[in-house]
């Protein structure tokens, strides 16, 4: 791609995922034996042709993985309920299989196998450099956004299927009623204009947001809506790392 947008990019799901000697994924079947052994069933890759898919590059080891799964695990059943032509595949970057095995026992979809040849191509197509990612691709194979992580943060399940009218409208609908600017006591000088933003960090409980801030960009000052609305009531901050990454590699 000359501009190096892989956005609306159609590939062959088959090729992407399958190679030479593989043409399966694994699904993790729940059935943990000693510790952390457990079997694993083979996914045939054509099984995930005309789905929507999301490709989940992450690793054990990246404190902010681990504190994005459990808000992924409970959109991915929250989705699945609605529509079974989805999946998620975990592209691990792990060091070892003992921690790739210890990761993927706590997820409830497919896996690269560990250390397959396909990561290193897809981490490069889809210009992987830092984790937790997660690739959204439509049943038509094309690349429908490469931050589905922040949607997903945003509005949970309902990002579901991450395309950019459907995120529009969702905004909208969450926005509905909300005043277009108030004053907070948590920033006095100045009006906070409601504003779109893709990632920010809230200035109240210092936790990540994304989409909607109650901002002034004077000051670069965010708050997320809920902690603005909250006023100056104080919000507790368990030190979460959701919206933060780790280099890759
Ligand atoms: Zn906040
Ligand atoms: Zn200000």
Redesign the pocket.
Known sequence: MANGDEHGVTHDLLSLLSSADRNFLLRNNGDQVNNNYYFCIQIPVADLVGKNILLYFSAHWCPPCRAFLPTLVEAYHEIKAKDDAFEVIFISSDRDQDSFDEFFATMPWLALPFGDSRKAFLSRKFKVQGIPMLVAIGPTGQTVTREARNHIMAHGAKAYPFTEEHLEAESEEMAKGWPEKLKSALHEKHELVLSKRTVFV??????P?ALWSFCCKECDFD??P???FEGDKK?ENDGKQEGEESKEG
């Open positions: 809230c200035d109240g409980c210092r936790k947001g708050l997320h809920k902690c603005a919000t």
